[in-house]
């Protein structure tokens, strides 16, 4: 059974600062890895998306990394700001499946000026 | 071009009783499955339909039910609520044809059972 994890829960940084989220994964057969952003009572917004046969993706401030061998992902933020205040999910989709995501809990980001 | 809608965006019930929950996938998508997020939880995938057919389903009691119209919009339907329904229900919609197989979500309907 696929088991997706996130570390750190939870993350405070001033301002301008670069930081990055870890999303670990236990099966190492996925198709694709997805990083999403959820606002407070929100739903989720598509921030990347790393095919299994890519090692990373980039849009704007944002780069994602993945070592499927490893079962590891990384979201790296460059130069933070209070808008980037949110929860970050990684979620994996396992080869042979269409849609059924499997998620972490997430990390709980605040910005702080 | 609208995103996934879902509607309604709240809604209050009470245990016993029976919610319809409703979503229109971005045009063009065929493919929607059904999430359920608990407060503070990653969300749990519940149901996949594509072309009107289940295509996948989840670790969820028999009150969890679906369904898809020709026009690809989806129903949630779950019977006889308890307390640990509440939750926030995403529906995501996806382009099976695509190279990405991305996902899209909506912005939920929040379930209160009390």
């Known amino acids: 059974k696929q088991e997706v994890t996130q570390i750190p829960a939870a993350l405070s940084v001033p301002e301008g600062e670069n930081l990055v989220l870890n999303c670990s994964f236990t099966d190492s057969a996925i198709y694709n890895l997805q990083w999403f952003r959820q606002d407070p009572g929100k739903g989720l917004t598509s921030l990347l998306l790393i095919q299994s046969s890519q090692r990373e993706q980039t849009s704007g401030r944002l780069n994602a990394s993945l070592d499927k061998s490893s079962g590891r992902s990384t979201l790296y933020i460059a130069a933070s700001q209070p808008g980037d205040s949110a929860t970050y999910l990684c979620?994996?989709?396992?080869?042979?499946?269409?849609?059924?995501?499997?998620f972490g809990t997430g990390t709980r980001l605040q910005v702080t000026l | 071009d609208a995103g996934v809608t879902q509607s309604p965006t709240h809604l209050i019930k009470t245990r016993g009783q029976h919610v319809t929950l409703r979503c229109s996938p971005i045009s063009g998508h065929k493919s929607v499955s059904w999430y359920q997020q608990v407060l503070g939880q990653g969300p749990q995938f519940i149901f996949q339909y594509y072309e009107k057919e289940e295509r996948g389903r989840g670790n969820f009691p028999d009150r969890f039910s679906a369904r898809q119209f020709p026009n690809y919009s989806s129903e949630l339907n779950v019977n006889a609520l308890l307390l640990g329904d509440s939750a926030l229900y995403l529906c995501?919609?996806?382009?099976?044809?695509?190279?990405?197989?991305?996902?899209?979500f909506g912005e939920g309907s929040r379930l209160t059972v009390l």
């Open positions: 995501a919609s996806s382009f099976l044809g695509s190279r990405t197989g991305e996902l899209f």
């Open positions: 979620a994996v989709r396992p080869t042979g499946t269409a849609s059924k995501l499997t």
